[in-house]
């Protein structure tokens, strides 16, 4: 049978590959993706993989070359993939409908290889390490934490739809989060301490304190659009989602 060469990218990723243990094939700061066939194009109308809201992860898990855990992808490194993916696949130029200041919508193409990753302070990464300490500003509180992967995401989605089905009521994703992220509170690992300090001990202000220092050391491609190339301004949301893919997948 005669073989077929598929061509192939080398794809960077937003982290440097820092974060990562070194034995892992993510610690060399990128990876290799091949270019979407029709076999690809099958996985995007899966419905049963739209059903089950996995079928961009099922995209990528073909489409990369490397041989990774999937689930150890963070989560910037996850969308810088999925931007390169749309490009070997369909082209760089994105269509998109925003609404501006004024009330007025309007459309824009955005060109996928302009976009930059997030200004990140690298310096403060320890390699091998995805682990930062940060001292909670109104309790004093020493805590440590670690950016989230796609597995993590995995495991906080199950977590939250089992708790919504005790409790309807409820949404507990924000702290279901934070207990995932948390590794340690003044020294104490134990899992039980960190997720009774989470639904007891946590305040508010340190909570949001977190999230925004979380922001900023957290690697990813910046997926905004600037208007009139105005890159002072806090830019329009770049929709990802299976209609990134989907206005070309359709025949």
């Known amino acids: 049978m005669a073989e077929f060469k598929i061509p192939t990218e080398q794809v960077t990723l937003p982290s440097k590959g820092l974060l990562y243990p070194t034995e ?22 899966n419905v049963n993989y739209i059903r089950q809201g996995i079928v961009l992860d099922k995209l990528l898990q073909a489409l990369i070359v490397t041989p990774i855990d999937y689930n150890e992808l963070l989560v910037g490194d996850k969308n810088a993939i999925l931007v390169a993916a749309r490009v070997l696949g369909y082209g760089k130029d994105y269509d998109i409908t925003y609404t501006d200041e004024n009330g007025n919508e309007n459309k824009a193409t955005v060109d996928l290889t302009t976009l930059e990753n997030k200004n990140v302070d690298y310096s403060i990464y320890k390699a091998g390490s995805n682990e930062f300490s940060f001292a909670l500003p109104k309790s004093g509180n020493l805590i440590t934490f670690k950016l989230l992967t796609h597995g993590d995401d995995k495991k906080i989605e199950a977590e939250v739809k089992g708790l919504q089905k005790l409790n ?33 001990a ?21 997926l905004k659009y600037y208007p009139n190339g105005n890159y002072t301004g806090e830019g329009i949301a770049i929709p990802i989602s299976l209609n990134f893919f989907w206005p070309d997948a359709r025949v």
């Not at 508010?204 to 690697?219: F, G, I, K, M, Q």
């Open 168 to 200: 309807p009521s409820v949404s507990p994703e924000m702290t279901t989060r934070l207990k995932h992220m948390v590794t340690s509170i003044n020294g104490d690992r134990e899992i039980k301490s960190i997720r009774d300090f989470v639904d007891n």
């Open 202 to 222: 946590f305040l508010a202000p340190d909570a949001r304190a977190l999230r925004e220092y979380y922001n900023t050391v957290s690697p990813d491609i910046d």
């Open 24 to 45: 892992s094939p993510l610690a060399k700061g990128e990876i290799e993706m091949k270019y979407m066939t029709a076999k690809e194009e099958d996985i995007l109308t």
